[in-house]
């Protein structure tokens, strides 16, 4: 790949910031999972490219069994009901999406794609490339990078969630523990901020921007700050090809706003507030998931509208490295 020295070159660079940045190694083969996708959706194979249509819909009423052996509660806490009653049984999915699951051999510090987003405005369509403490997303811990394609001609963000996936109401309900007290309901909270739309996908000569594979380096990892001892977000993206930092910020979530000191202006949300368990996410088991997925509206066929040259997982050293003899 025509990309592995300009890697090479950035993960080596020294960092703008007081932190050590963790060695990145590219991951390959991940499992997959395709509910509903395009008819032309191409099986994605164990290393890179992997390109990701606009999946299909879903028949009324028609779910289909979970194709990554997830079970609900599987993971839990949360625990999730469902009309009062504690769920059990393979899990079910009703929604469309395709997409690749990553698993790090060893704990990780952060995550990075090299990858791009097609332009233009589609409804109800979400690509992300993002890690989880577990595979099911059932009232995970996550982070990373999410493509919008709903608003005006959609935006990319970075963001962070605890309990993802969790309603805030209804009756199906996440709960911090085996019991469905009011009290111990939990739900979904999320942070982040859009990212500066100045180095979104290019289109060289006229091409699609997927189909031409003209990407960019996204990155996020977690450090522990020396100045003040609390654990932050390091966000970057960067051309590939110059090495230049498009954008980077380091981030708080301890704080009231956490994204004070991005620079942009881009929106940013924050309900999490400072609860979000960061320190947890230092040297974390987890999973890093690809993914496309749509809310079921009829979608036009045979559009590629996210490309992904390779995923990495970032680690303070790399996995089976010989430590120092004391």
């Known amino acids: 790949m025509r990309y592995t020295a300009a890697l090479a070159v950035f993960l080596a660079a020294p960092a703008a910031f007081p932190q050590i940045e963790p060695a990145s190694t590219a991951l390959s083969a991940p499992r997959y999972f395709n509910y509903r996708g395009a008819a032309n959706q191409p099986r994605l194979g164990p290393v890179g490219p992997y390109d990701f249509y606009l999946p299909g819909r879903f028949p009324p ?4 069994a979970d194709q990554l052996g997830c079970y609900n509660n599987q993971y839990a806490p949360p625990f999730w009901f469902d009309g009062g009653k504690l769920m059990s049984g393979p899990r079910q999915v009703d929604s469309p999406a395709v997409g690749a699951v990553f698993a790090a051999p060893g704990p990780m510090r952060g995550l990075a794609f090299l990858g791009s987003f097609a332009p233009g405005r589609q409804p109800g369509v979400d690509g992300a490339v993002f890690y989880s403490d577990n595979p099911c997303y059932m009232g995970t811990l996550e982070y990373g990078f999410n493509r919008d394609y709903s608003d005006g001609s959609g935006y990319t963000q970075f963001y962070y969630e605890r309990y993802a996936n969790c309603p805030a109401a209804g ?16 739900h979904t909270c999320t942070s982040g901020i859009n990212l500066p739309g100045g180095y979104s996908p290019r289109t060289p000569d006229g091409h699609d921007p997927v189909m ?17 001892h609390r654990y932050k977000f390091k966000v970057q993206v960067v051309d590939p ?14 704080v009231p706003n956490p994204f004070a000191a991005c620079p942009g202006g881009g929106y940013s949300q924050n309900s999490c507030g400072g609860s979000y368990a960061i320190a947890s996410l230092y040297n974390a088991r987890g999973a890093i998931t690809a993914t496309l997925n749509s809310s079921n509206d009829a979608l036009p066929a045979g559009r590629p509208v996210m490309h992904i040259d390779r995923v990495l997982a970032a680690f303070s050293e790399p996995p089976g490295k010989a430590k120092p003899a004391h």
Not at 61 to 64: C, G, L
Not at 212 to 225: G, S
Not at 241 to 254: L, M
């Open 241 to 254: 090809a110059t090495r230049g930092r498009h954008w980077e910020c380091v981030i708080d979530p301890s």
């Open 212 to 228: 031409a594979k003209n990407p960019e380096l996204y990155e996020a990892y977690v450090f522990l700050d020396p100045a003040d």
């Open 171 to 186: 009756s199906l309900l996440c709960h911090g523990s085996n019991s469905t007290s009011p009290e111990t309901v939990v």
């Open 61 to 64: 009423a028609q779910p289909m």
